[in-house]
C-alpha cells in the first residue's frame, strides 16, 4: 500500500500512532535483545576489576608496611652506629 492511500484512508494522527508504537517496540527490542546482556557483561566485568582492585591495595598496604618496617630497622641500625 502506498504511504499517502494509508493516510488518506486512516487519517495521519492514526498512522503516526501506528508508526510510534512500531518505534517503541523497535527500541524495546533492541533494549532487552543488545543493551540488557551487554550491561549484564558490563557488571561481571566491573566486579571482576573491583576485586582485582581491592587485592592490590591489600598488596599495597603490605608492602607499605614492609617499608615501614625495614626503614624502621634502618634508623635503629644508624643510631647503633652513632652512638
Not at 523497535?26 to 550491561?39: C, L
Amino acid at each position: 500500500m502506498d504511504i499517502v492511500q494509508v493516510v488518506s484512508d486512516f487519517g495521519f494522527p492514526v498512522v503516526m500512532v501506528v508508526g510510534l508504537g512500531y518505534f517503541v517496540y523497535f527500541v524495546w527490542q533492541t533494549i532487552t535483545n543488545k543493551i540488557d546482556p551487554a550491561v549484564q557483561e558490563m557488571k561481571v566485568t566491573i566486579i571482576r576489576l573491583t576485586d582485582q582492585l581491592r587485592l592490590l591495595d591489600q598488596d599495597m598496604i603490605r608492602l607499605q608496611q614492609k617499608v615501614n618496617t625495614i626503614l624502621g630497622l634502618k634508623e635503629k641500625d644508624d643510631r647503633k652506629k652513632r652512638k
